[in-house]
């Protein structure tokens, strides 16, 4: 069974920094791109970044791009957010997803974790 | 970036009706068009994907249609589960983007 597991939410201050982890299971990992989606508060999805399955590309939303990297590691099937200058409006339910075959940008995403709560305190 | 332009934002439905939600792209997009459902709490999970797909595991009743900027998901017969907010999203291109979402209450 595919499974997707986020952490690394929390509180954080204005203009800090926080790494999300997003472990995947039952599926062999580097054969998948993946990507990262946020949900503010009653607020719609946003796409943020992708990642390839090899790692060696990557893809950004023009919200992040400059503060947000993704990276992955393959080895331990986990793919990370690293973001930096965080401000108010990032504060959102932070969501990983799988892409479902190889040929990236068209394809969708078929499965994802429950997310991570991001909260930035101004 | 290409916008995706949702209709309705909410409707209320009964059990048993047809919904139809309609999403309209800035820009010819072909057919890379999903539709995802999100229940309140929950994770989103893709329901249609390349504008008409159905994904493994869905109900028959949804069914989605449209190519170039213009697209419909529409629910047949509807159960009290589908009680969501639902999304188009386009992946012509990077970035993806998404609609604002339309609320299907019950």
């Known amino acids: 069974e595919v499974q997707l597991l986020e952490s690394g939410g929390g509180l954080i201050q204005s203009g800090g920094s926080l790494r999300l982890s997003c472990a995947g299971f039952g599926f062999t990992f580097s054969n998948y791109a993946m990507t990262w989606v946020r949900q503010a508060p009653g607020e719609g999805l946003e796409w943020l970044s992708g990642?390839?399955?090899?790692?060696?590309?990557?893809y950004y939303g023009d919200s992040v791009k400059g503060r947000f990297t993704i990276s992955r590691d393959n080895s331990k099937n986990t793919v990370y957010l690293q973001m930096n200058s965080l401000a108010a409006e990032d504060t959102a339910v932070y969501y990983c997803?799988?892409?479902?075959?190889?040929?990236?940008?068209?394809?969708?995403?078929?499965?994802w974790g429950r997310g991570t709560l991001v909260t930035v305190s101004s | 970036d290409i916008q995706m332009t949702q209709s309705p934002s909410s409707l209320s439905a009964s059990v048993g009706d047809r919904v139809t939600i309609t999403c309209r792209a800035s820009?010819?997009?072909?057919?890379?068009l999903n539709w995802y459902q999100q229940i309140p709490g929950k994770a989103p999970r893709v329901l249609i994907y390349a504008a008409s797909t159905l994904q493994s595991g869905v109900p028959s009743r949804f069914s989605g249609s449209g190519s170039g900027t213009d697209f419909t998901l529409t629910i047949n017969s509807l159960q009290p589960e589908d009680f969501a907010t639902y999304y188009c999203q386009q992946s012509y291109g990077f970035p993806w983007t998404f609609g604002r979402g339309t609320k299907v209450e019950i």
């Open positions: 820009q010819t997009i072909s057919s890379y």
């Open positions: 990642i390839s399955g090899a790692g060696g590309i990557t």
């Open positions: 997803a799988r892409l479902s075959h190889i040929a990236v940008p068209h394809t969708r995403a078929d499965y």
